[in-house]
Protein backbone atom coordinates (compact mmCIF):
# COMPACT_ATOMS: atom_id res chain seq x y z
CA UNK A 1 0.00 0.00 0.00
CA UNK A 2 1.39 3.40 -0.87
CA UNK A 3 1.91 6.11 1.32
CA UNK A 4 -0.82 8.56 -0.56
CA UNK A 5 -3.43 4.99 -0.14
CA UNK A 6 -2.91 4.66 3.53
CA UNK A 7 -3.56 8.42 4.21
CA UNK A 8 -6.79 7.96 2.11
CA UNK A 9 -7.54 4.29 4.81
CA UNK A 10 -6.53 6.85 8.02
CA UNK A 11 -8.73 9.99 6.46
CA UNK A 12 -11.61 7.18 5.71
CA UNK A 13 -11.68 5.72 9.13
CA UNK A 14 -11.48 9.32 10.72
CA UNK A 15 -14.45 10.49 9.50
CA UNK A 16 -16.26 7.54 10.04
CA UNK A 17 -15.49 7.99 13.87
CA UNK A 18 -16.47 11.24 13.65
CA UNK A 19 -19.86 10.95 11.42
CA UNK A 20 -20.45 8.23 14.65
CA UNK A 21 -19.61 10.83 17.21
CA UNK A 22 -21.86 13.07 16.15
CA UNK A 23 -24.41 10.65 15.69
CA UNK A 24 -24.74 10.08 19.15
CA UNK A 25 -24.96 13.80 20.06
CA UNK A 26 -27.49 14.35 17.19
CA UNK A 27 -31.67 14.35 17.51
CA UNK A 28 -33.08 11.42 17.20
CA UNK A 29 -35.10 10.90 14.36
CA UNK A 30 -38.52 9.84 14.56
CA UNK A 31 -37.65 5.86 13.66
CA UNK A 32 -35.19 6.01 17.24
CA UNK A 33 -37.84 8.53 18.94
CA UNK A 34 -40.82 6.44 21.10
CA UNK A 35 -43.80 7.70 18.58
CA UNK A 36 -46.31 9.92 20.34
CA UNK A 37 -49.52 10.57 18.29
CA UNK A 38 -52.18 12.53 19.26
CA UNK A 39 -55.41 10.51 20.99
CA UNK A 40 -58.61 9.21 18.66
CA UNK A 41 -61.51 10.09 20.45
CA UNK A 42 -63.76 8.13 17.68
CA UNK A 43 -64.54 4.99 19.65
CA UNK A 44 -64.93 6.89 22.98
CA UNK A 45 -68.07 8.73 21.54
CA UNK A 46 -69.43 5.65 19.30
CA UNK A 47 -68.98 3.59 23.01
CA UNK A 48 -70.68 7.02 25.76
CA UNK A 49 -72.45 9.09 22.79
CA UNK A 50 -75.47 6.98 23.43
CA UNK A 51 -75.77 7.36 27.15
CA UNK A 52 -75.41 11.21 27.05
CA UNK A 53 -78.76 12.71 26.90
CA UNK A 54 -80.09 16.74 26.24
CA UNK A 55 -82.17 18.17 28.85
CA UNK A 56 -84.74 21.02 27.90
CA UNK A 57 -86.57 22.36 30.69
CA UNK A 58 -89.82 23.94 30.61
CA UNK A 59 -92.19 26.50 32.81
CA UNK A 60 -95.61 28.42 32.65
CA UNK A 61 -95.74 31.65 31.29
CA UNK A 62 -95.47 34.14 34.04
CA UNK A 63 -96.49 37.28 32.37
CA UNK A 64 -99.35 38.23 30.37
CA UNK A 65 -97.86 38.12 26.50
CA UNK A 66 -94.56 37.24 27.62
CA UNK A 67 -93.77 34.44 25.51
CA UNK A 68 -90.78 36.50 24.28
CA UNK A 69 -86.96 36.42 25.92
CA UNK A 70 -85.70 40.24 27.53
CA UNK A 71 -84.37 42.03 24.61
CA UNK A 72 -85.16 39.51 22.47
CA UNK A 73 -82.24 37.41 24.27
CA UNK A 74 -82.75 33.79 23.80
CA UNK A 75 -82.67 31.45 26.62
CA UNK A 76 -79.58 29.92 26.24
CA UNK A 77 -77.89 33.25 26.47
CA UNK A 78 -79.94 34.06 29.52
CA UNK A 79 -79.13 31.17 31.36
CA UNK A 80 -75.42 31.64 30.45
CA UNK A 81 -75.38 35.34 32.24
CA UNK A 82 -77.31 33.55 35.79
CA UNK A 83 -74.83 30.69 35.68
CA UNK A 84 -71.44 32.25 35.00
CA UNK A 85 -71.70 35.67 35.73
CA UNK A 86 -74.01 35.66 38.81
CA UNK A 87 -76.67 38.36 37.51
CA UNK A 88 -79.28 38.84 35.34
CA UNK A 89 -78.47 39.09 31.49
CA UNK A 90 -78.14 43.26 30.54
CA UNK A 91 -81.69 44.70 30.30
CA UNK A 92 -83.33 41.50 32.05
CA UNK A 93 -86.15 42.81 35.22
CA UNK A 94 -85.00 42.05 38.50
CA UNK A 95 -86.89 39.32 39.88
CA UNK A 96 -88.38 41.15 43.26
CA UNK A 97 -91.49 40.36 44.41
CA UNK A 98 -94.32 42.38 43.20
CA UNK A 99 -97.61 42.87 44.76
CA UNK A 100 -99.83 42.88 41.32
CA UNK A 101 -97.32 40.08 39.84
CA UNK A 102 -99.10 37.84 37.06
CA UNK A 103 -98.83 34.42 38.44
CA UNK A 104 -98.19 31.38 36.32
CA UNK A 105 -101.48 30.46 34.18
CA UNK A 106 -102.02 26.94 34.48
CA UNK A 107 -104.04 27.66 30.89
CA UNK A 108 -100.89 28.85 28.97
CA UNK A 109 -98.53 26.66 27.52
CA UNK A 110 -95.37 25.61 29.18
CA UNK A 111 -92.38 27.91 27.47
CA UNK A 112 -89.12 26.43 27.07
CA UNK A 113 -86.88 27.93 30.49
CA UNK A 114 -83.02 26.14 29.12
CA UNK A 115 -81.12 23.78 27.63
CA UNK A 116 -78.25 21.21 29.74
CA UNK A 117 -77.03 18.02 29.24
CA UNK A 118 -77.32 15.00 31.20
CA UNK A 119 -76.12 11.14 30.78
CA UNK A 120 -77.66 8.08 32.11
CA UNK A 121 -76.93 6.68 35.38
CA UNK A 122 -78.85 3.26 34.89
CA UNK A 123 -80.29 0.94 32.33
CA UNK A 124 -83.88 1.38 34.17
CA UNK A 125 -83.84 5.45 33.50
CA UNK A 126 -81.88 7.17 36.39
CA UNK A 127 -80.30 10.47 34.44
CA UNK A 128 -77.38 12.57 36.08
CA UNK A 129 -77.17 16.45 35.79
CA UNK A 130 -76.89 20.02 37.13
CA UNK A 131 -79.37 21.34 39.73
CA UNK A 132 -78.94 24.34 38.24
CA UNK A 133 -80.30 22.78 34.81
CA UNK A 134 -83.53 21.71 36.45
CA UNK A 135 -84.16 23.66 39.36
CA UNK A 136 -87.43 25.49 39.20
CA UNK A 137 -88.34 23.64 35.96
CA UNK A 138 -92.33 22.57 35.40
CA UNK A 139 -91.10 20.18 33.06
CA UNK A 140 -88.32 18.32 32.33
CA UNK A 141 -88.00 16.64 28.74
CA UNK A 142 -84.79 14.23 28.28
CA UNK A 143 -84.14 13.04 24.28
CA UNK A 144 -82.27 10.49 23.83
CA UNK A 145 -79.01 10.60 20.64
CA UNK A 146 -81.50 8.61 19.08
CA UNK A 147 -84.35 11.13 19.39
CA UNK A 148 -86.62 9.26 21.41
CA UNK A 149 -87.93 11.47 24.04
CA UNK A 150 -89.61 11.06 27.70
CA UNK A 151 -91.08 13.46 30.16
CA UNK A 152 -88.58 13.02 33.22
CA UNK A 153 -89.50 13.14 37.14
CA UNK A 154 -87.31 15.31 39.05
CA UNK A 155 -86.32 12.83 41.82
CA UNK A 156 -84.21 15.43 44.05
CA UNK A 157 -81.49 17.93 43.17
CA UNK A 158 -78.70 19.25 45.65
CA UNK A 159 -77.93 22.99 45.39
CA UNK A 160 -74.58 22.68 47.55
CA UNK A 161 -72.92 20.49 44.73
CA UNK A 162 -75.06 20.97 42.25
CA UNK A 163 -76.12 17.50 41.23
CA UNK A 164 -79.45 16.71 40.41
CA UNK A 165 -80.94 12.87 39.38
CA UNK A 166 -84.06 12.54 37.41
CA UNK A 167 -86.32 9.50 35.98
CA UNK A 168 -87.15 8.60 32.68
CA UNK A 169 -89.74 5.65 32.24
CA UNK A 170 -87.36 3.27 30.14
CA UNK A 171 -85.39 0.14 30.33
CA UNK A 172 -82.51 -1.70 28.55
CA UNK A 173 -80.74 1.80 28.02
CA UNK A 174 -77.41 2.38 27.72
CA UNK A 175 -75.77 3.61 30.74
CA UNK A 176 -72.63 5.35 31.65
CA UNK A 177 -69.30 3.47 33.44
CA UNK A 178 -68.49 5.32 36.18
CA UNK A 179 -64.68 5.91 36.98
CA UNK A 180 -61.76 6.27 39.92
CA UNK A 181 -61.14 9.87 40.37
CA UNK A 182 -58.08 8.83 42.12
CA UNK A 183 -56.22 7.52 39.25
CA UNK A 184 -57.37 10.59 37.10
CA UNK A 185 -53.68 12.59 36.33
CA UNK A 186 -53.34 16.25 35.49
CA UNK A 187 -52.11 15.94 31.92
CA UNK A 188 -54.58 13.47 31.05
CA UNK A 189 -56.88 13.86 27.78
CA UNK A 190 -60.08 13.93 28.41
CA UNK A 191 -63.28 14.42 26.44
CA UNK A 192 -66.75 16.26 27.00
CA UNK A 193 -70.05 15.55 25.12
CA UNK A 194 -73.30 17.71 25.66
CA UNK A 195 -75.45 20.25 24.09
CA UNK A 196 -73.82 23.65 24.11
CA UNK A 197 -76.04 26.31 22.90
CA UNK A 198 -78.44 23.22 22.39
CA UNK A 199 -76.52 21.59 19.48
CA UNK A 200 -76.92 18.39 20.70
CA UNK A 201 -74.22 15.62 20.91
CA UNK A 202 -71.44 18.00 20.21
CA UNK A 203 -68.14 16.88 21.47
CA UNK A 204 -64.64 18.54 22.85
CA UNK A 205 -61.25 18.02 24.24
CA UNK A 206 -58.39 18.90 26.08
CA UNK A 207 -56.90 17.85 29.47
CA UNK A 208 -56.95 17.61 32.88
CA UNK A 209 -55.65 21.02 34.24
CA UNK A 210 -55.76 20.63 37.93
CA UNK A 211 -57.26 18.47 40.73
CA UNK A 212 -58.35 19.74 43.92
CA UNK A 213 -59.14 22.72 42.56
CA UNK A 214 -60.77 25.01 45.52
CA UNK A 215 -63.12 27.55 44.01
CA UNK A 216 -64.96 28.05 47.51
CA UNK A 217 -67.59 26.60 46.68
CA UNK A 218 -68.71 23.06 48.71
CA UNK A 219 -66.57 20.70 46.26
CA UNK A 220 -62.70 20.83 44.82
CA UNK A 221 -63.70 20.55 41.53
CA UNK A 222 -61.87 19.18 38.23
CA UNK A 223 -60.60 21.84 36.04
CA UNK A 224 -59.73 21.41 32.18
CA UNK A 225 -59.23 22.74 29.36
CA UNK A 226 -62.29 21.23 27.01
CA UNK A 227 -64.60 23.65 25.71
CA UNK A 228 -67.47 23.65 27.57
CA UNK A 229 -70.10 26.61 27.05
CA UNK A 230 -74.19 26.78 28.06
CA UNK A 231 -76.14 24.02 27.77
CA UNK A 232 -72.79 21.75 28.42
CA UNK A 233 -74.00 21.58 31.74
CA UNK A 234 -74.84 18.72 33.26
CA UNK A 235 -72.76 16.20 30.39
CA UNK A 236 -70.23 13.81 31.24
CA UNK A 237 -66.36 14.36 31.70
CA UNK A 238 -64.72 11.11 30.00
CA UNK A 239 -61.58 9.54 30.25
CA UNK A 240 -59.78 7.84 27.40
CA UNK A 241 -60.64 4.38 28.77
CA UNK A 242 -64.43 5.41 28.35
CA UNK A 243 -65.79 6.19 31.77
CA UNK A 244 -67.42 9.26 33.21
CA UNK A 245 -65.07 10.91 35.82
CA UNK A 246 -66.57 14.43 36.51
CA UNK A 247 -69.55 16.42 35.54
CA UNK A 248 -69.11 19.73 33.58
CA UNK A 249 -70.55 22.38 35.94
CA UNK A 250 -68.43 25.37 35.50
CA UNK A 251 -66.86 27.83 33.02
CA UNK A 252 -64.26 30.52 34.26
CA UNK A 253 -64.62 33.49 31.76
CA UNK A 254 -64.13 37.45 31.90
CA UNK A 255 -65.43 38.10 28.13
CA UNK A 256 -68.65 35.74 28.38
CA UNK A 257 -66.79 33.11 25.69
CA UNK A 258 -64.59 30.12 27.00
CA UNK A 259 -61.09 31.22 27.98
CA UNK A 260 -60.11 27.67 28.40
CA UNK A 261 -60.90 26.82 32.19
CA UNK A 262 -63.82 24.51 32.96
CA UNK A 263 -64.81 22.84 36.07
CA UNK A 264 -66.13 19.52 36.75
CA UNK A 265 -67.74 17.89 39.64
CA UNK A 266 -65.64 14.93 40.94
CA UNK A 267 -67.86 11.63 39.83
CA UNK A 268 -67.01 9.81 43.26
CA UNK A 269 -68.95 13.01 44.98
CA UNK A 270 -71.68 13.26 42.65
CA UNK A 271 -72.25 9.21 42.97
CA UNK A 272 -72.55 9.99 46.49
CA UNK A 273 -74.96 12.55 46.23
CA UNK A 274 -76.86 10.62 43.68
CA UNK A 275 -77.36 7.92 46.28
CA UNK A 276 -79.09 9.73 48.79
CA UNK A 277 -81.32 11.76 45.98
CA UNK A 278 -82.57 8.58 44.86
CA UNK A 279 -83.43 7.38 48.44
CA UNK A 280 -85.18 9.92 50.30
CA UNK A 281 -84.95 12.66 47.55
CA UNK A 282 -82.63 15.06 49.82
CA UNK A 283 -79.06 14.96 50.72
CA UNK A 284 -78.56 14.35 54.76
CA UNK A 285 -75.25 16.53 55.47
CA UNK A 286 -73.42 17.30 58.72
CA UNK A 287 -72.60 19.89 60.59
CA UNK A 288 -71.27 21.02 64.41
CA UNK A 289 -71.82 24.89 63.77
CA UNK A 290 -68.85 26.38 63.62
CA UNK A 291 -68.05 29.49 61.48
CA UNK A 292 -64.92 29.33 59.98
CA UNK A 293 -61.94 31.20 58.09
CA UNK A 294 -58.41 30.62 56.46
CA UNK A 295 -55.32 30.69 58.76
CA UNK A 296 -52.85 33.42 56.66
CA UNK A 297 -48.90 32.73 56.72
CA UNK A 298 -48.45 35.24 59.04
CA UNK A 299 -51.00 34.41 61.60
CA UNK A 300 -49.61 30.83 61.77
CA UNK A 301 -45.92 31.94 62.13
CA UNK A 302 -47.09 34.59 64.52
CA UNK A 303 -48.36 31.89 66.97
CA UNK A 304 -46.19 29.15 66.56
CA UNK A 305 -48.64 26.92 64.04
CA UNK A 306 -46.02 26.76 61.31
CA UNK A 307 -47.15 26.70 57.94
CA UNK A 308 -50.84 28.19 57.00
CA UNK A 309 -53.37 25.20 57.73
CA UNK A 310 -56.47 24.28 59.27
CA UNK A 311 -59.65 26.31 59.73
CA UNK A 312 -59.60 28.84 62.01
CA UNK A 313 -62.78 29.25 64.30
CA UNK A 314 -64.41 32.23 63.91
CA UNK A 315 -67.58 31.75 66.51
CA UNK A 316 -69.06 28.66 67.85
CA UNK A 317 -72.95 28.40 67.71
CA UNK A 318 -74.18 28.52 71.26
CA UNK A 319 -75.60 24.58 72.08
CA UNK A 320 -74.14 23.61 69.01
CA UNK A 321 -72.66 19.92 68.74
CA UNK A 322 -68.75 22.26 68.49
CA UNK A 323 -69.79 24.17 71.40
CA UNK A 324 -70.66 21.03 73.79
CA UNK A 325 -67.60 19.64 72.62
CA UNK A 326 -65.68 22.46 73.68
CA UNK A 327 -64.23 24.42 70.99
CA UNK A 328 -64.03 28.00 71.71
CA UNK A 329 -63.42 31.24 69.10
CA UNK A 330 -59.98 31.13 68.62
CA UNK A 331 -59.25 27.77 68.12
CA UNK A 332 -57.50 26.00 64.54
CA UNK A 333 -58.51 23.08 63.91
CA UNK A 334 -56.08 20.80 62.26
CA UNK A 335 -57.91 17.26 61.63
CA UNK A 336 -60.65 16.06 61.77
CA UNK A 337 -61.20 12.12 62.98
CA UNK A 338 -57.23 11.86 61.65
CA UNK A 339 -57.64 13.73 58.22
CA UNK A 340 -55.80 17.08 57.89
CA UNK A 341 -57.20 19.95 57.48
CA UNK A 342 -55.24 22.00 54.91
CA UNK A 343 -57.51 24.61 53.85
CA UNK A 344 -60.96 26.02 55.90
CA UNK A 345 -63.18 24.41 53.39
CA UNK A 346 -61.25 20.72 53.73
CA UNK A 347 -63.24 20.86 57.26
CA UNK A 348 -66.50 22.49 56.20
CA UNK A 349 -66.14 18.97 53.35
CA UNK A 350 -65.40 16.52 55.82
CA UNK A 351 -67.92 17.08 58.41
CA UNK A 352 -70.47 18.04 55.41
CA UNK A 353 -69.95 14.44 54.00
CA UNK A 354 -70.17 12.64 58.14
CA UNK A 355 -73.49 10.91 58.61
CA UNK A 356 -75.59 12.67 61.34
CA UNK A 357 -75.33 10.97 64.72
CA UNK A 358 -71.73 9.54 64.52
CA UNK A 359 -68.90 10.94 66.54
CA UNK A 360 -65.60 12.34 65.53
CA UNK A 361 -62.76 13.46 66.87
CA UNK A 362 -61.39 17.33 65.98
CA UNK A 363 -57.55 18.51 66.72
CA UNK A 364 -57.70 21.47 67.82
CA UNK A 365 -54.11 24.45 67.58
CA UNK A 366 -55.20 26.72 70.98
CA UNK A 367 -52.53 28.83 72.43
CA UNK A 368 -49.25 27.66 71.38
CA UNK A 369 -50.52 23.40 71.94
CA UNK A 370 -52.92 20.70 70.24
CA UNK A 371 -55.68 19.03 72.12
CA UNK A 372 -58.57 16.17 70.75
CA UNK A 373 -62.07 17.21 71.34
CA UNK A 374 -64.56 14.46 70.66
CA UNK A 375 -68.00 16.00 68.58
CA UNK A 376 -71.44 14.34 67.53
CA UNK A 377 -72.37 15.49 64.00
CA UNK A 378 -75.71 16.59 64.23
CA UNK A 379 -77.35 17.35 60.57
CA UNK A 380 -77.21 20.30 58.59
CA UNK A 381 -79.70 22.84 59.00
CA UNK A 382 -79.29 26.80 57.04
CA UNK A 383 -77.09 28.81 59.34
CA UNK A 384 -78.50 31.37 61.37
CA UNK A 385 -77.45 34.80 60.59
CA UNK A 386 -74.75 36.18 62.33
CA UNK A 387 -75.37 39.64 63.76
CA UNK A 388 -72.58 42.05 65.37
CA UNK A 389 -73.86 42.94 69.03
CA UNK A 390 -72.25 46.48 70.09
CA UNK A 391 -70.21 46.13 73.36
CA UNK A 392 -71.42 48.70 76.17
CA UNK A 393 -69.33 51.36 76.47
CA UNK A 394 -68.08 52.51 79.94
CA UNK A 395 -66.44 55.98 80.82
CA UNK A 396 -62.79 55.05 79.09
CA UNK A 397 -59.98 54.63 81.61
CA UNK A 398 -56.41 55.92 81.32
CA UNK A 399 -54.02 52.83 79.40
CA UNK A 400 -51.43 51.54 80.97
CA UNK A 401 -48.02 52.32 79.50
CA UNK A 402 -47.68 48.93 77.55
CA UNK A 403 -51.33 48.90 75.87
CA UNK A 404 -50.27 52.80 74.91
CA UNK A 405 -46.55 51.54 73.35
CA UNK A 406 -48.92 49.98 70.57
CA UNK A 407 -51.82 52.44 70.65
CA UNK A 408 -54.27 50.62 72.45
CA UNK A 409 -56.69 52.05 75.59
CA UNK A 410 -58.54 48.63 77.23
CA UNK A 411 -60.68 48.11 80.13
CA UNK A 412 -62.24 45.43 81.94
CA UNK A 413 -65.27 43.20 80.70
CA UNK A 414 -68.33 43.66 83.35
CA UNK A 415 -69.58 40.57 84.26
CA UNK A 416 -72.82 41.38 82.13
CA UNK A 417 -70.66 41.63 78.85
CA UNK A 418 -68.67 38.07 79.65
CA UNK A 419 -72.87 36.97 79.92
CA UNK A 420 -73.65 38.50 76.50
CA UNK A 421 -70.56 37.45 74.65
CA UNK A 422 -70.34 33.76 76.02
CA UNK A 423 -66.75 34.39 76.85
CA UNK A 424 -64.60 33.76 80.49
CA UNK A 425 -62.45 36.88 79.82
CA UNK A 426 -60.98 39.40 77.88
CA UNK A 427 -60.31 43.26 77.73
CA UNK A 428 -62.71 45.70 76.14
CA UNK A 429 -61.22 48.30 73.52
CA UNK A 430 -61.80 51.66 74.56
CA UNK A 431 -59.12 53.62 72.04
CA UNK A 432 -57.04 52.82 69.05
CA UNK A 433 -54.19 54.70 67.55
CA UNK A 434 -50.80 53.79 66.12
CA UNK A 435 -50.15 50.41 65.30
CA UNK A 436 -52.97 49.31 66.52
CA UNK A 437 -55.05 50.72 64.32
CA UNK A 438 -52.83 50.06 61.01
CA UNK A 439 -53.69 46.77 62.35
CA UNK A 440 -57.29 46.89 61.69
CA UNK A 441 -58.56 46.78 65.81
CA UNK A 442 -61.43 49.04 66.25
CA UNK A 443 -62.90 50.36 69.46
CA UNK A 444 -65.03 47.92 71.09
CA UNK A 445 -63.39 44.92 69.96
CA UNK A 446 -62.78 42.40 72.88
CA UNK A 447 -58.98 41.03 72.75
CA UNK A 448 -59.01 37.29 74.32
CA UNK A 449 -55.31 36.85 73.68
CA UNK A 450 -51.83 37.85 73.00
CA UNK A 451 -49.54 35.72 71.35
CA UNK A 452 -50.47 32.39 72.47
CA UNK A 453 -51.09 33.93 76.09
CA UNK A 454 -54.74 33.89 77.04
CA UNK A 455 -56.28 37.63 78.47
CA UNK A 456 -58.92 37.49 81.11
CA UNK A 457 -58.16 40.68 82.14
CA UNK A 458 -56.37 44.05 81.89
CA UNK A 459 -53.55 42.78 84.41
CA UNK A 460 -53.09 40.19 82.45
CA UNK A 461 -53.64 42.13 79.15
CA UNK A 462 -50.34 43.67 80.60
CA UNK A 463 -48.27 41.05 81.25
CA UNK A 464 -48.76 39.56 78.10
CA UNK A 465 -48.23 42.40 76.05
CA UNK A 466 -44.49 43.10 78.09
CA UNK A 467 -43.46 39.47 77.14
CA UNK A 468 -44.26 40.26 73.57
CA UNK A 469 -41.31 40.90 71.49
CA UNK A 470 -41.88 44.03 70.10
CA UNK A 471 -39.69 43.70 67.15
CA UNK A 472 -41.96 41.15 65.45
CA UNK A 473 -45.28 40.98 64.41
CA UNK A 474 -47.32 40.62 68.02
CA UNK A 475 -50.31 38.38 67.30
CA UNK A 476 -53.89 39.59 69.17
CA UNK A 477 -56.92 37.53 69.11
CA UNK A 478 -59.94 39.51 69.33
CA UNK A 479 -64.03 38.86 69.17
CA UNK A 480 -66.22 41.64 67.32
CA UNK A 481 -69.62 40.62 68.19
CA UNK A 482 -69.61 37.40 67.48
CA UNK A 483 -66.80 36.35 65.28
CA UNK A 484 -63.15 35.97 66.34
CA UNK A 485 -60.37 37.20 63.84
CA UNK A 486 -56.33 37.00 64.24
CA UNK A 487 -54.76 40.57 63.69
CA UNK A 488 -51.10 41.33 64.42
CA UNK A 489 -49.53 44.58 65.67
CA UNK A 490 -46.30 44.97 63.16
CA UNK A 491 -43.51 47.36 64.96
CA UNK A 492 -43.11 50.67 63.92
CA UNK A 493 -40.67 51.17 61.08
Known amino acids: MSKIDGMKVRAAGLALALAAGMAAFAPATPAMAQTRVLPDFTDLVEQVGPAVVNIRTLERARQAGGAGAPNGMDEEMQEFFRRFFGQPAPGTPRQTPRPNRPQPDEDQP ?21 AHVVEGAEEVLVTLPDKREFKAKIVGFDKRTDVAVVKIEATGLPAV ?56 SGGPLINMRGEVV ?67 VRSVESGSPADKAGVESGDIVTKFDGKPIERANDL ?61 VVSELTADQ ?75 R
Not at 110 to 120: D, E, H, K, L, T
Not at 275 to 302: F, H, N, Y
Not at 478 to 485: I, K, S
Open 110 to 130: AQPRGVGSGFILTTDGFVMTN
Open 177 to 232: KVGDVNRLKVGEWVMAIGSPFGLENSVTAGIVSAKQRDTGDYLQFIQTDVAINPGN
Open 246 to 312: GINSQIYSRSGGFMGISFAIPIDEAIRVSEQLRLSGRVSRGRIGVQIDQVTKDVAESIGLGKPQGAF
Open 348 to 408: QRLVGNTKPGSRATLTVFRRGGSKDLTVTIAEFEPEKPVTARAVPKDEKPKGSPAAQSVGL
Open 418 to 492: KKELKIKGGVKVDSVSGGAARAGIQEGDVIMAIGNIDVASTRDFDAALAKADKSKPIPVLLRRGDLATYLLIRPA
